[in-house]
């Protein structure tokens, strides 16, 4: 059984960084990659970026370039996600999710789907 | 990046009735090489993750019931289903995969009227 399971929630003031985990069991991470989504309340799903836990590859949404930084631990199946110089904007739910491989674009990065999610974390920034 | 357009923001349906959601992304989603389309929908509940529906446009993911089903090509896809039950009621999404640099549509609520 494939699960995600997320750390807890977090209050943050502007200007802080938070890092939200990602433990995967099962072998969840073989081969596949992680990916984060964001949903800031009351809004639609944000995709954030992707980490290949594996090779250690990783893409971001370009809004996001500079300020995100993921990484992977693969002796504990755990993904890390940090949010540097948070701004109000960043309150939202983020989630991990495992990206079902279904192709490759001309790079060799893999293109997915998500099949399985993590439950979530909130995510606060507040003054 | 790849825009994703869903419409109706919002659809009312009664039960046992059709419910057809639209997705327009901003440039063909379809691989000429193995005449794909890189294009996924899911359910979200209130309180709950997003769950995968569909992928290449049209193959539900295990365990999705036959009343869903997806069609579409190029640029416009359509997620119906077929006969609304009440524990449908949720937000949709389109989610291309065309790209690395992953995009959704804005999601569309669907209510039972």
């Known amino acids: 059984q494939v699960q995600l399971v997320q750390s807890g929630a977090e209050v943050k003031k502007p200007g802080a960084s938070v890092t939200v985990s990602c433990r995967a069991s099962g072998n969840t991470f073989a081969g596949y990659p992680i990916h984060w989504v964001r949903q800031a309340p009351g809004q639609g799903l944000e995709w954030m970026g992707m980490?290949?836990?594996?090779?250690?590859?990783?893409t971001f949404a370009q809004r996001l370039q500079g300020r995100v930084t993921v990484t992977s631990d693969t002796s504990t199946g755990t993904v890390y996600m940090e949010i540097r110089s948070l701004r109000f904007e960043d309150t939202a739910v983020y989630y991990c999710?495992?990206?079902?491989?279904?192709?490759?674009?001309?790079?060799?990065?893999?293109?997915?789907?998500?099949?399985?999610w993590g439950q979530g974390t909130l995510v606060t920034v507040s003054s | 990046d790849i825009v994703m357009t869903q419409s109706p923001d919002s659809l009312a349906v009664s039960l046992g009735e059709r419910a057809t959601i639209n997705c327009k992304s901003s440039q063909s989603v379809l691989y000429i090489s193995n005449n794909k389309h890189y294009l996924a929908w899911y359910q979200q509940k209130p309180g709950q993750p997003p769950r995968l529906l569909m992928y290449?446009?049209?193959t539900r993911e295990s365990g999705v019931p036959d009343r869903f089903s997806g069609s579409g090509s190029g640029t416009d896809f359509t997620l119906t289903i077929s006969s609304l039950q009440a524990e449908d009621v949720a937000v949709y999404y389109c989610?291309?995969?065309?790209?690395?640099?992953?995009?959704f549509g804005q999601g569309t609520r669907l209510e039972i009227k």
């Open positions: 980490i290949n836990p594996s090779g250690g590859g990783s």
């Open positions: 290449w446009a049209s």
């Open positions: 999710t495992r990206g079902l491989i279904l192709g490759y674009d001309g790079r060799n990065n893999p293109l997915t789907a998500f099949d399985f």
């Open positions: 989610q291309q995969y065309f790209s690395p640099l992953i995009t």
